[in-house]
């Protein structure tokens, strides 16, 4: 790979509970990421970026950490991380680990230690604690809701018995939030950085890179109710405050003590690119997701325009564009785009949603949308599954629900569950090969063999076949370091651009549009119409 793999690389999330479970109990693990790596080889990614797999409670699948320098024993040992990094190694696949910097678990020591101690000492100046509001401090200090809904605040038993300080917590109760204004925090998490990049991982995905630092005096919010639950559409006192940056120009100067190009990337989940662009200045982090694409609907004027501006707003600072359709926290983009209305980053979709989408619908978008994205000049982000097709897994029952969405919103909002099913690698055998035993701890749909890999594999026209020959051809034609060029005279609906010798057209509108005659398909997401494009169907072509 060219230096500075970031500006090009295609990186494949795994999501280490669904990904492939080698022990049998049900949730996947590291000895299964081990095992089935070169499936990812196989399939054309550069890099894998792993969702946490450090010791937690897993009340967030994970995201809440209780010892940020270990593996959580359900995922495996550190030795097992070590022979999964050696075995990416083997096969020229770099890896990043997620770091969640926001919050820990209420189980890590520090936490317990704060709750032990008393209100102002050092082990309480940790995480954010405040007296109440009203006499007796029985009001929470602001009005702040948590993002997986009802209050920000939990109220603490002291030693004394007595009720006491009010903790901070964006999340679930059991995820109470750092205080980044002290020294202390900011030294233990430059210490867990130099834990991983001595391990000899490629670098880090920030959770929650948005937040950390939260406005001095805490000043009440009320975000807007249809908002998305990670953004918002107006700046939030706990969101993309001004002195988070300082946070990575510290850790930036941490990883470039390190040799071979470490990386950071931001989940940094503000409303436009120009705001997700400042996370990536030339002196803070590397790449940072595109939500600003992820959330576009599909219509060829929106895209249209959010390709305009990323490509923009990203080269303006200095870093690559990135795209993304999917991952562990929105509705699969193969249903999404199908969803005849928006549904809010967070809320999900289960079975009492109304107009739930057409499955066949759905997947013709989603094959059409990713041919356009593999296109684009950056760095794209892939997730486990995708390339496999699969849909959002809707028709969950509600007892097998695990997402903290679903119950901070007593089942009025569905959460995350239906994107982090345990894929299927095989038909026909116990959970379609995610292990052996049949176990799983999200149930997986009856109806999956169909989108098994063993299924896809070699099959033309599948989906897997299709994701393979559009990441060989993103390579063999330089797409991904390539220059944009818009083609004139496009019908409203159709979205096409050159990138080098590759002229990309993308039909979303309901009539089919003639090709260029005389020109090459080198991939096509759908099948053609003699001559012509189909609706949701888009093409790569030479010669056009
Ligand atoms: C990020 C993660 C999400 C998690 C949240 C809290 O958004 O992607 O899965 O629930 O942060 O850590």
């Given at each position: 790979m060219t230096s500075q793999w970031w500006r090009s690389a295609v990186i494949?999330?795994?999501?280490?509970?669904?990904?492939?479970?080698?022990?049998?109990?049900?949730v996947g693990d590291l000895i299964g990421i081990t095992n089935r790596l070169d499936s990812l080889r196989d399939l054309g990614v550069d890099v894998v970026w792993l969702s946490p797999f450090m010791t937690s409670p897993q009340?967030?699948?994970?995201?809440?950490?209780?010892?940020?320098?270990?593996?959580?024993?359900?995922?495996?040992?550190?030795?097992?991380?070590?022979?999964?990094?050696?075995?990416?190694?083997?096969?020229?696949?770099?890896?990043?680990?997620?770091?969640?910097?926001?919050?820990?678990?209420?189980?890590?020591?520090w936490f317990q230690d704060a709750l032990a101690a008393v209100p102002g000492s050092r082990e309480r100046a940790r995480y954010m604690f405040r007296d109440g509001r009203g006499e007796g401090g029985e009001e929470p200090p602001n009005n702040w809701q948590s993002l997986f809904g009802g209050p920000a605040w939990t109220r603490v038993t002291e030693a004394d018995g007595t009720q006491g300080q009010w903790y901070l917590h964006l999340f679930d109760a059991s995820q109470p939030d750092f205080d980044w204004s002290n020294e202390e925090v900011r030294e233990e998490f430059r210490r867990i950085l130099r834990f991983w990049l001595d391990r000899g991982v490629d670098g880090f995905r920030v959770d929650v890179a948005h937040g950390l630092v939260k406005r001095d005096g805490l000043p009440d919010y009320t975000p807007p109710e249809d908002g998305d639950s990670m953004g918002g559409i107006e700046p939030a006192p706990y969101f993309g405050q001004d002195g988070v940056h300082d946070v990575y120009r510290d850790w930036r100067k941490v990883l470039d003590e390190y040799d071979g190009e470490r990386a950071l990337c931001a989940e940094a989940w503000m409303p436009t690119v120009?705001?997700?662009?400042?996370?990536?200045?030339?002196?803070?982090?590397?790449?940072?997701?595109?939500?600003?694409?992820?959330m576009t609907r599909w219509n060829a004027g929106d895209l249209r325009e959010v390709i305009i501006d990323s490509l923009r707003a990203f080269p303006d600072v200095g870093a690559p564009a990135t795209w993304v359709l999917s991952n562990h926290d929105v509705i699969r983009h193969t249903t999404r785009l199908a969803l005849p209305a928006d549904v809010p980053q967070g809320h999900g979709i289960g079975p009492k949603t109304p107009d739930l989408p057409d499955t066949a619908v759905g997947l013709h978008r989603g094959r059409a949308a990713t041919t356009l994205m593999l296109a684009l000049p950056g760095s794209a982000y892939l997730y486990q599954g995708e390339e496999l097709g699969l849909p959002e897994a809707v028709d969950l029952p509600d007892d097998a629900r695990q997402d903290p969405t679903w119950f901070r919103h007593n089942g009025e909002r569905y959460g995350r569950d239906g994107c982090r099913v345990p894929i299927p690698w095989e038909a026909g055998v116990p959970a379609y090969g995610f292990n052996r035993t049949g176990e799983t701890w999200l149930p997986q749909p009856d109806d999956w063999a169909e989108y098994a890999r063993d299924r896809q594999a070699g099959v033309e026209g599948s989906t897997l076949e299709l994701y393979r020959t559009l990441l060989r051809l993103r390579r063999e034609f330089g797409l991904a370091s390539g220059e944009l060029e818009w083609a004139e005279a496009a019908p409203d609906d159709v979205v096409t651009f050159r990138v080098g010798e590759v002229t990309v057209i993308a039909n979303l509108g309901e009539q089919a549009v003639p090709l260029p005659q005389g020109a090459d398909v080198l991939v096509s997401s759908g099948p053609l119409d003699g001559g012509a494009l189909p609706n949701d169907t888009a093409v790569w072509l030479r010669g056009a």
């Open positions: 494949y999330q795994i999501y280490p509970r669904s990904f492939a479970d080698a022990s049998g109990d049900g009340k967030d699948a994970g995201y809440d950490v209780a010892d940020y320098c270990d593996v959580d024993p359900i995922f495996g040992t550190l030795a097992d991380f070590d022979a999964m990094l050696a075995r990416a190694k083997e096969l020229d696949l770099r890896v990043i680990v997620d770091l969640v910097p926001n919050h820990s678990s209420d189980q890590h020591p120009d705001e997700i662009a400042k996370w990536v200045r030339p002196d803070e982090m590397h790449q940072a997701f595109n939500f600003a694409y992820a």
